[in-house]
């Protein structure tokens, strides 16, 4: 296994160079951790509200806050605990209407927040302060955090970088995340997210349908393709309070929905007049959004007349779950190589400092008889249109783009028989050996082309 291959040539790096020991050892621990993923994007992209929308309770403060300064790391604990960095400082854990509240004491450079959540189980999610910031200490500590120079260990395994829309300062950061080191896995461990999605249809019900166009043209775009794995249309204010629905916020929106169209439409055309001095309207209004709130709206006038069955719809429409989908695809199948990816490229950044070339050649045939990193650097070749192949939307697809299960890659219905998927394999691997032999292909497309015969061996030899 990956994992214990690259365990083993930590090990001996400690024993070669004990003056980088700490950074190693660091990586060994690291290897038996959760996945990391990161939050990043420019200041108001909803980094906070998303995190909160993924773990299903406010937990990250979504305001201007003093908090929102530092990299604040949120994992699974077995009770509520807050430290500040670099002190090592116990902060109290405060909630204030069901959200948490983090106050600073002095100068920090990072947060850790210990939740008992299922969600952080097998992922710590890592808020940042935004891109771009006016502020320009906080774009440095993300940029740090995120892109550091060839000295520094990356922390982060894995990104969620959240725009509004493609903007120049998006695809700059998205280009600078890029790995330089060994693995060079480039796109494949960042996924965009068009983040308050609803916005984008100025808070119509269909909202969610042109944000979900507008992904669909960037999933497309060259400039994107090589900077990022998938692209996702969310909103996650909505996505969050269909998570956290109370039964006061359903009897709320059902007296909303008891009023005359016209008279509630009307007082939604500004957030003043739809509040009009109330603390019931305002409260509403901060949880759901008017896209929110017309759509639950509509959604209880439709019919639905249950709690759980509007959170539920809520959820869907959101945009959540297809996120969750793609996080669970591209990231938590991958966790173990995308854990290994990131101590490799910390040890290379020591060997680079030490000068010292002995584990070298080790690491190269870790990553030479790792073919799921050939698949990885494929998979990114192909989507940034660097390598071309015949068939390449089979190529992806085989290569884990929409998931590592066999199944998934040969494009097979769920309960395949084992017989069923062997003989798609084959076919499969005879489809890449009769391109592998087409004296038309450039050496490179050639060469690809083997590696995707290896990896239709490699399923055969599964079953």
């Known amino acids: 296994m990956i994992t214990d291959e690259v365990r083993q040539v930590l090990l001996a790096a400690i024993d070669l160079y004990p003056q980088a020991g700490d ?16 939050i990043a994007g420019k200041v108001k992209a909803g980094k906070s509200t998303l995190l909160n929308a993924l773990v299903g309770e406010e937990i990250a403060p979504t305001d201007a806050g003093e908090c929102t300064k530092v990299v604040t790391w949120y994992r699974d604990g077995h009770s509520p605990r807050i430290v500040q960095f670099p002190q090592g400082k116990s902060l109290p854990v405060v909630r204030r209407d069901g959200a948490l509240e983090i106050t600073l004491d002095g100068p920090a450079d990072r947060l850790v927040v210990d939740w008992p959540s299922q969600s952080l189980r097998t ?59 060994v693995a060079r896995a480039t796109a494949i461990n960042t996924v965009a997210v068009i983040s308050r999605a609803d916005e984008i249809g100025g808070g119509r019900v269909d909202a969610m349908i042109s944000a979900r166009g507008i992904a669909g043209r960037y999933r497309s775009d060259p400039s994107l393709q090589g900077l990022c794995q998938n692209v996702v249309a969310v909103a996650g204010l909505l996505a969050f309070s269909g998570r956290s629905l109370r039964q006061n916020d359903f009897v709320a929106l059902s007296a909303l929905a008891a009023l005359p169209r016209e008279e509630l439409e009307s ?3 500004s957030a003043d007049r739809f509040m009009d001095g109330s603390v019931e309207r305002r409260t509403l209004l901060g949880r759901f959004g008017v896209f929110g709130i017309r759509l639950a709206v509509t959604l209880i006038r439709q019919g639905v007349t249950e709690p759980s069955a509007l959170a539920a719809e809520l959820v869907a429409r959101s945009g959540l779950l297809e996120l969750q989908k793609v996080l669970h695809t591209q990231f938590s199948e991958r966790r173990h190589l995308l854990k290994a990816r990131s ?8 060997l680079r400092s030490v000068g010292d070339s002995r584990l070298t050649g080790a690491v190269e045939r870790v990553l030479a008889g790792t073919h799921e990193f050939a698949e990885l650097r ?20 085989l290569l884990g783009e929409g998931g590592a299960h066999p199944l998934v890659r040969l494009g097979l219905p769920h309960g395949s028989a084992p017989g069923q998927v062997r003989q798609a394999a084959f076919a499969a691997l005879q489809r890449w050996q009769r391109h592998a032999e087409n004296p038309m292909l450039t050496r490179r497309s050639a060469d690809a082309c083997r590696v995707l015969i290896r990896t239709c061996e490699g399923l055969l030899a599964r079953r």
């Open 123 to 181: 992922t710590t999610l890592i808020d940042t302060p935004g891109i771009a910031s006016l502020t320009a200490s906080n774009s440095l500590r993300a940029t740090r955090f995120l892109a550091p120079d060839d000295s520094t260990p990356t922390e982060a395994d894995a990104v969620i970088y959240l725009m509004r829309h493609l903007h120049s300062a998006d695809a700059n950061f998205l280009e600078s995340f890029h790995d330089q080191g």
């Open 343 to 350: 101590a490799l490229l910390a040890l290379d950044g020591v």
């Open 23 to 38: 950074v190693l050892r660091r990586q060994l621990v690291r290897l038996d951790e959760p996945l990391r993923v990161a």
């Open 267 to 269: 007082s939604l055309l």
């Open 378 to 397: 494929l998979l990114s070749a192909l989507r940034s249109g660097v390598v071309k192949v015949p068939d390449a939307e089979l190529a992806s697809r």
